[in-house]
């Protein structure tokens, strides 16, 4: 099976390789140095501050060079290469995913791998992607396009029992980030959460502490630093979203297209 080189170790990205280390593909991950996942819980981006990091039984390990993450995926592992430096270059992946989640390019190229796929916004297959999948929550999640793009972004957080800005805290203001509960955590609403520099945060909505940023990050003004979820349930943040799995099904689509197109050729 492929290398597949995936950018982005976040929930969603998780979920992508887990699906495919499943299928016999060999993972590397590219994060930054010091990754702004909301849901860390969930996430392999948590390996870079942890060294290792479990999620749904699936370890992944931090590693420093291409070469060192070669060595942890040719033995069956998951490797998690910050920052990604000449990953592409040296690896020379067969498949390249963009799980970033940016909502726009932040600068893949087709021509980064035989085969390359874009989640969500801000791709366009056959452009600058073989394929796009569908990331916007709905009866087109999780659906292969291969021309043109993802829906574009709203903007607007995925609706939990109907709840939808109101269960997400954003950044006041540009400034560091500083938490005082963590994921897992019950909370009331009005309790203060966390801070941006002085400033303190409070949860408009009662709930459990779905995703919160690490210590220390720099924020801008409106950036989700913290996410609740009304359901209250201690187990859910802990667990991969059901959209996440749906996103993930979609990219092992997306090869499986890609591979019957090619094999006609």
């Not at 989640?101 to 073989?130: Q, S, Y």
């Not at 919160?212 to 720099?218: D, T």
Request: net charge neutral; with cysteine; charged share 25%.
């Amino acid at each position: 099976m492929s290398l597949v080189l995936i950018r982005g170790a976040g929930d969603v990205g998780t979920a992508v390789g887990i699906f495919l280390l499943s299928l016999g593909h060999k993972i590397v991950y590219t994060e930054l140095s010091r990754p702004t996942t909301l849901r860390w819980a969930v996430a392999f981006s948590e390996a870079v501050y942890r060294g290792e990091w479990k999620v749904e039984g699936v370890s992944a390990k931090h590693v420093s060079s291409p070469e060192e993450a070669l060595e942890v995926a040719e033995k069956g592992g998951v490797a998690v290469l910050a920052p990604e430096g000449e990953a592409i270059e040296k690896l020379r992946p067969g498949v390249l995913v963009d799980a970033r989640m940016a909502k726009r390019n932040l600068g893949t190229k087709i021509t980064e791998a035989p085969v390359v796929i874009g989640l969500g916004p801000g791709f366009l297959a056959g452009v600058d992607c073989h394929a796009v999948v569908e990331t916007l929550e709905g009866p087109k999640l999780g659906r292969v396009y291969l021309s043109g793009g993802a829906t574009p972004p709203t903007h607007i957080p995925c609706a939990v029992e109907e709840r939808r800005e109101e269960r997400v805290i954003r950044a006041p203001k540009e400034g560091l980030f500083f938490p005082l509960r963590t994921i897992g955590d019950l909370v009331r609403a009005g309790e203060v959460v966390a801070r941006v520099n002085e400033e303190e945060l409070r949860t408009p909505i009662s709930g459990v502490i779905r995703g919160i940023l690490h210590e220390g990050l720099s924020v801008r003004a409106g950036m989700k630093v913290v996410e609740i979820d009304p359901r209250a349930d201690r187990r859910v943040p802990f667990k991969l979203s059901d959209r996440s799995l749906r996103i993930a099904e979609g990219v092992v689509e997306a090869l499986r297209i890609l591979g019957a197109l090619a094999r006609q050729l």
